[in-house]
Each structure stands twice: as C-alpha cells, then as structure tokens.
T-cell receptor
C-alpha cells in the first residue's frame, strides 16, 4: 500500500513563527502535492513538485514556500505564520501520469 | 479557472437504497476523473477512477462518465451507514507531462439505518 506520512497530526504555532510541515512517501512517486482544506472552500492546491528540486505554484501559493531535496520528501514552509493560515494541510503523492492522488493523514495547524 | 461543481448536500438515503452523487466540470480537456471518500476528521481516500465514457463498476460502486455533457457520477448500491461520508469529485488534465487535480467541494452523504 502507498504510504504518505505527515510528521505531525496537530500543530499549534504563534503568529509570525516560521513553520515547517514535513511529508514523506514510500512509493517512489514522482509527483508530490500540498493542499489545504477549509470548511466551505474545499481542497485548494498550494504547491506541487514533479521532480526533485522542481516546484510549481498551485492556486494559493502566497505566504508559503516548498522544498524538495529528495524524491521521497516534500516540505511546506510557512515563512511567517498568520491566523488565516489556520487550516488542515494535506500532503499527497502520485506516480508519473497521475492516476489518482494518495493522501497523508493531514496536519491540523492552528496559528494563534 | 477550472471548476468542478457538486451539490453540497446532505444527501440522505435509507440503508439498502441507491445513492447517486453527481459532478460537473468546466474544462473540456479533462482526461481523468476520480471519486474520493472522506470521513469526518480524516483525509480523502481514492475509491474510483474513470478515464473513458461509460460505466465502470467496482463492487457496490459504479462510476459513470459523459464527456460530451461534462458530467461524472457515482452510484452506491445497497448503501450502508458506513458509507456516510463526504464524497469528493476530482478532475485532472495533463499539462507539461504531469497532472494536477481540481476538486469539487464535496457532497455529504448520510445513510440512515
């Protein structure tokens, strides 16, 4: 089975802090994605990567950056956390050609 | 902007009935279509994929695709209370050799015993 592991299930941070969310997949997938999910707004794509050291902006990249130094690991960085970044963050991966995404269990981030 | 539309629900059906979930999409170039199930507080789980017009069956689930009408549906036969969840429709195009998914906001399904 595909396993996508997110480092934290719940996270509480202060406004202005730099926040790192880590994601690791064990299926040698080329593509990795970061989404956020908010009630009433659904899933929104923040960033994705289709290769090591490559990154592409999604629909809502403002306030975020990413890093992909190794194929299996994709990190989401909140440069200066703000309260409007309180959300459920979901990491996902897919193989080349993208026959469906496989999601991690999610990180519920609260910024106070 | 690619759009995927779903009725937010809730769709309420009695146990044993057929639940019908619908989705429309805006991008005529879309090539792959997926249904995800998401239980409350959990992450989405892929349950069906469909790539060509017609029906695709997997157990109690049937996905239906009509590209001319830009419409995809999911039928759940013999609905069970454990099917109560939010169902997300997702649509993919192929851009520059890789694909991204656009998700609908989901339809909540409630199956009553």
């Amino acid at each position: 089975d595909v396993k996508v592991t997110q480092s934290s299930r719940y996270l509480v941070k202060r406004t202005g802090e730099k926040v790192f969310l880590e994601c690791v997949q064990d299926m040698d997938h080329e593509n990795m994605f970061w989404y956020r999910q908010d009630p009433g707004l659904g899933l929104r794509l923040i960033y994705f990567s289709y290769d090591v050291k490559m990154k592409e902006k999604g629909d809502i990249p403002e306030g975020y950056s990413v890093s992909r130094e190794k194929k299996e690991r994709f990190s989401l960085i909140l440069e200066s956390a703000s309260t409007n970044q309180t959300s459920m963050y979901l990491c996902a991966s897919s193989s080349l050609g993208g026959r469906g995404l496989f999601f991690g269990s999610g990180t519920q981030l609260s910024v106070l | 902007q690619k759009e995927v539309e779903q009725n937010s629900g809730p769709l309420s059906v009695p146990e044993g009935a057929i639940a019908s979930l619908n989705c429309t999409y805006s991008d005529r170039g879309s090539q792959s279509f997926f249904w995800y199930r998401q239980y409350s507080g959990k992450s989405p789980e892929l349950i069906m994929s469909i790539y060509s017009n017609g029906d695709k069956e997997d157990g109690r689930f049937t996905a239906q695709l009509n590209k001319a009408s830009q419409y995809v549906s999911l039928l759940i036969r013999d609905s069970q209370p454990s099917d109560s969840a939010t169902y997300l429709c997702a649509v993919s195009g192929l851009e520059a050799g890789y694909s991204t998914l656009t998700f609908g906001k989901g339809t909540m399904l409630l199956v009553s015993p």
